[in-house]
T-cell receptor, first 115, second 115 residues
């Protein structure tokens, strides 16, 4: 079946540091890939996505490139801010046996940025 | 435009009691997804519903769990005779169309604690 493996946290960085959160996946076919973010006390929000190989998703300074050859979708940001502190989830979208689409999530990585 | 509303935010139940979790989708959305997040794990798909229909319940435990999305009112996830292992965060997502993509929005979740 489909699965997503995410870098374990928690991750603690100083402000303006470079961020990488690793994500690899296992799936049949050509899934779409997503990063979701969950700020404290809130629901999940879509951060960025990529729908085919070599696509780069980007938003709010975050980037991730869909690498089919390494089945990866690592999240990066060049200079993190305190406001980036949150839990980040990598996910893939697949078609179920019932024909509907659904998301398969990684375990989440808690990121804390220190001023 | 209010987002996806879940209530209660926190729910405490004793073993053997029933838990009812509610999800009001965004206005105009007729597709609802329920996910469960166990401690230290990712979100696991449970069930996908449209108005008055269960489309995909492949992630639902076979016993004690049920879900509905009536013509009027919120979607309900019902857990009968709760056990400690049911303690988790339950998230609801809604979308306007069949595809779960950027149009899907998540609620803040209900954190169920069974004592």
């Amino acid at each position: 079946g489909n699965s997503v493996t995410q870098m374990e946290g928690p991750v603690t960085l100083s402000e303006e540091a470079f961020l990488t959160i690793n994500c690899t996946y296992t799936a049949t076919g050509y899934p779409s890939l997503f990063w979701y973010v969950q700020y404290p006390g809130e629901g999940l929000q879509l951060l960025l996505k990529a729908t085919k190989a070599d696509d780069k998703g980007s938003n709010k300074g975050f980037e991730a490139t869909y690498r089919k050859e390494t089945t990866s979708f690592h999240l990066e940001k060049g200079s993190v801010q305190v406001s980036d502190s949150a839990v980040y989830f990598c996910a893939l979208r697949s078609i179920s046996n019932f024909g509907n689409e659904k998301l398969t999530f990684g375990t989440g990585t808690r990121l804390t940025i220190i001023p | 435009n209010a987002g996806v509303m879940q209530n209660p935010r926190h729910l405490v139940r004793r073993r053997g009691q029933e838990a009812r979790l509610r999800c009001s989708p965004m206005k105009g959305h007729s597709h609802v997804y329920w996910y469960r997040q166990l401690p230290e794990e990712g979100l696991k798909f449970m069930v996908y519903l449209q108005k008055e229909n269960i489309i995909d319940e492949s992630g639902m435990p076979k016993e004690r769990f049920s879900a509905e999305f009536p013509k009027e009112g919120p979607s309900i996830l019902r857990i009968q005779q709760v056990v400690r292992g049911d303690s988790a965060a339950y998230f609801c997502a809604s979308s306007a169309v069949r595809q779960l993509n950027t149009e899907a929005f998540f609620g803040q979740g209900t954190r169920l604690t069974v004592v």
